[in-house]
């Protein structure tokens, strides 16, 4: 046996240990599975916000909201976060949770009623990286 090192793994080399992962944890946890969904906003044939998402476990995880910079202070983060968190209930999701950076976007987070569950600090030696969650209902 031999131990190999693999700079700027392919997205296949990569998904093979997910995969491997993934089935592992199906052999363990009764009806364990994730499906993504991603909303998204356009105008004019432009997109210029969306929301990516997984349900799994009965959670809903963001994996990334964004809204471009032109388009920022019109309410679409919030439209997009409640149509995914909508989405979540009709898929009997109990919880959502995601992680953000200090100079994103906390703040949104916690007016939408999510809470700070976790921190990272010092990430890349300035910023801290920030767990939150919200109970849906």
Known sequence: MKL????SPTLSE???FENK?????ESKIEGYSYDGFIYRI???DRIVA???CEFGGGWLYIAGLWVSETHR???LGDKLLAAAEKKALEENCHGAYLFTYDFQAPE???KQGYEIFGKL???CNHHEKVYMKKRLV
């Open 4 to 7: 190999v090192y693999i700079e």
């Open 14 to 16: 990569q998904q093979y």
């Open 21 to 25: 992962l993934l089935r592992f944890n």
């Open 42 to 44: 356009d105008d004019a």
């Open 50 to 52: 969306g929301i990516n």
């Open 73 to 75: 202070g019109k309410g």
């Open 108 to 110: 949104f987070y916690q």
């Open 121 to 123: 600090e010092k990430f």
